[in-house]
């Protein structure tokens, strides 16, 4: 089963994929966490995009797609894939899917999680996470432990992202809603197209989708 999850930022994609990889045999590929460590590491393509991401702008599709490329050639032993912020352009969209049917894995379903604007600015602007395990936790709704300790994992490395500050996320949201959100009318064209409400509790979410991947 090959997924992907669309919808804008902090709408829960994240959380999302790690409960599908820890549940199914399937892998993420999030192309975010992909250029995050690419400039967490210094490479010369982390460098090139550092600025474009703190703005919120988006990184050139040359880049994500080879990104994306190469992971597929190595994620091949799983039962899925779970496209996570990849894609988000009509040029990503048509570049996967040639890269997916070259390979044979072609995409089952794209759940769309939905979400309003009010609720995406609340939500990143409280949001962490643990550095080690990437568990998320949020400063009203799910505030850090007090002993400093990840509830999941235990580490004690909680990390905030440069571009969850309300500039950054309004040029983010602004670029989804221009770049991205084509993409509905696209894979609804396509029939892949499944729509879950993303403000519903975690649980409900997951088994919405869940749902979904069993039906
Ligand atoms: P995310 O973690 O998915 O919110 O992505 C963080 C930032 O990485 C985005 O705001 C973009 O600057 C860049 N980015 C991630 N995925 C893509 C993509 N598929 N196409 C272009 N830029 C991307």
């Known amino acids: 089963m090959n997924i992907i999850l669309l919808g804008p930022p902090g ?33 010369e393509m982390g460098k090139t995009v550092a600025d474009v991401m703190a703005r919120g702008d988006l990184v050139t599709d040359e880049i994500v797609i080879g990104l994306i490329r190469e992971k597929l050639e190595v994620a091949s032993e799983h039962d899925g ?6 894609p988000r352009t009509l040029a990503q969209a048509t570049a996967l ?11 089952d379903y794209v759940i769309e999680l939905r979400v309003n604007d009010d609720a995406l600015v609340n939500r990143i602007s409280g949001r962490s996470t643990c ?12 505030p850090q432990p007090t002993d400093g300790k ?19 996320l309004r040029n983010r949201l602004m670029e989804y809603y221009k770049k991205t959100s084509p993409l509905l ?22 088994a919405s989708i869940a749902e979904i991947l069993d039906s």
């Open 11 to 43: 709408a829960g994609k994240g959380t999302q994929a790690r409960h599908l990889v820890e549940t199914r045999n399937m892998v993420q590929l999030s192309t975010g966490d992909m250029l995050r460590e690419a400039k967490d590491s210094g490479t």
């Open 150 to 168: 990840c509830v999941k994992c235990g580490a004690s490395d909680f990390k905030r992202r440069a571009d969850d500050n309300e500039e950054s």
């Open 97 to 107: 899917a040639e890269l997916l049917t070259a390979i044979g894995k072609p995409l």
């Open 185 to 206: 009318g696209y894979y609804y064209a396509h029939d892949m197209l499944k729509g879950v409400d993303g403000l519903a509790d975690i649980d409900d979410v997951q």
């Open 131 to 142: 550095g080690k395990c990437g568990e998320v936790y949020h400063d009203e709704t799910k």
């Open 81 to 86: 894939f779970i496209f996570d912020g990849f």
